[in-house]
């Protein structure tokens, strides 16, 4: 596979995830609605030789740097697309770097733009793990 074409197939496999993510959250029913579906579908991007990362700010105020994306628009025609970040967290709601015991990916407003072509792969991840619900843990007495 050439370059051009790996380069078009991260735009192309993200427009039919933007598809499906639309699915999933019943955008698109016109009697079916409710909060029952699930409106990300959370991926991470690579280069080839690295994942790409990104930082924002949290709600309150503090910085944090991420892998992990929403698709909220593309542009097939200019292969750029726009990206809200998640920030991962811990079981107890903290904020954690990459991958050290991820639990959750809380959604921000933080949102980037990107130029497709820079990547050459792009992974799918779960979209329960959009704001999951942290577990309720009884303190001992």
Known sequence: MGEHQKKTCVCHDLQQLLEEQKKLSFDDFRFVNGDFGYDTIPF???TGKCQFEAWGWTNNGDF???TFFRLEAIDERKCCATLSLLEPVDL???PVEM???IFS???T???IIVDLSCFTS???LSPRL???LLPIIDPKC
């Open 99 to 101: 991958c050290d015991n």
């Open 92 to 94: 107890d709601g903290n």
């Open 44 to 46: 991470i991007l690579s």
């Open 130 to 132: 959009v704001n999951r």
């Open 122 to 124: 792009l992974q799918p």
């Open 105 to 107: 990916l809380r959604s």
């Open 109 to 111: 407003r933080n949102c």
């Open 64 to 66: 944090f740097t991420t």
